[in-house]
């Protein structure tokens, strides 16, 4: 039995800037399109049709060119070790949501076991390894949920969305997620289509085993009080979105004790503030040096 590397550690260098977990914590998710290599797809297509069909094909762990073409591929890891930190774990399960073209799509949905919190313990991702259009019921995300409260019967019935994103892509598309926003399968109308006339995505999870730091790629001239945290999908009470996002990315950099929720026009909801000048609230580790 070749052994599996469940839940084994590893390290790898940063690739996201501030800017880029800011966005991250706005969105609740990252796209990086088509960064597997073409090889490394046909090759985990090959296998989902002849070795394992199952929803659960976790012993695709053992092939080599998977957990390292897909699970530490540099672009993928790179964006979770900026976001988990140093020392993150590979998955210990992987799921395929396999359904035959053309499929029903889904309801909109947080998976079980969601919770609504500032700290980034793990990430959901997914891997595309055949190119996924519109029409073949690629899983649509909603900007900004992971922060909306919501019990699971109360959005099964929801129907079209304003503001949902399509994570259609290329082959090797990998798209991260904080594991709590609303998404679900579309419908695919289209029939058969690609070698193996399934639509396969791949799901797993990465686990944080270090505190959180501002470790990932720092940007030394960057002005927090004139970024706007506000998730793009605009479904909050005002400002409550951005806030939320704010906070995540004050636990991610490990300044939550900085982090001061004074009410009213508090840091980060006026980012209309004339250049250098500082909100109030902001934290003091993100704030511009005294001036004059
Ligand atoms: O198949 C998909 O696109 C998403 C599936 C999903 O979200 C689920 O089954 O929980
Ligand atoms: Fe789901």
């Known amino acids: 039995m070749v052994s599996m590397p469940f839940n084994r550690k590893m390290d790898c260098a940063p690739t996201l800037t501030d800017k880029e977990v800011i966005n991250f914590c706005r969105n609740g998710y990252l796209i990086l399109p088509g960064v597997v290599p073409d090889e490394i797809n046909r090759r985990t297509v090959e296998y989902l049709d002849t070795v394992d069909d199952t929803y659960e094909p976790t012993p695709i762990m053992e092939q080599d060119w998977f957990v390292e073409g897909v699970l530490m591929n ?12 140093c020392d993150f774990t590979l998955p210990a399960i992987i799921s395929n949501h396999r359904g035959a073209l053309p499929c029903a799509g889904q309801g909109w949905h947080r ?11 793990y990430l959901q991702v997914f891997y595309i390894p055949e190119t996924c259009t519109d029409d073949m019921g690629p899983t649509v995300l909603l900007p900004g949920s992971h922060f909306m409260r919501i019990k699971a019967p109360m959005m099964a019935h929801l129907g079209t ?4 994103v399509s994570t259609a892509g290329p082959a090797g598309s990998i798209f991260l997620t904080v594991y709590s926003i609303w998404h679900k399968r579309s419908a695919a109308t289209s029939g058969p289509r690609g070698r193996s006339k399934f639509r396969n995505l791949l799901k797993y999870n990465y686990w944080r085993t270090e505190p959180p730091r501002r470790d990932w790629i ?30 995540m990315f004050c636990w991610l950099s490990g300044i939550s004790d ?3 929720k004074r009410g009213g026009q508090c840091w980060p909801i006026v980012h209309t503030v004339r250049k250098k000048t500082n909100q109030m609230g902001v934290p003091p580790s993100l704030a511009n040096p005294p001036t004059g």
């Open 74 to 85: 540099p672009q993928a890891a790179g964006a979770v070790r900026s976001l988990l930190g």
């Open 218 to 247: 720092v940007e030394g001239d960057i002005d927090f009080n004139v970024i706007d945290f506000n998730p793009p999908a605009g479904y909050f009470e005002q400002f409550q979105g951005g806030l939320a996002a704010a906070r």
């Open 111 to 121: 998976d079980g076991g969601s919770v609504y919190t500032d700290k980034l313990e």
């Open 161 to 164: 969305l304003r503001g949902t």
């Open 258 to 260: 900085e982090y001061e």
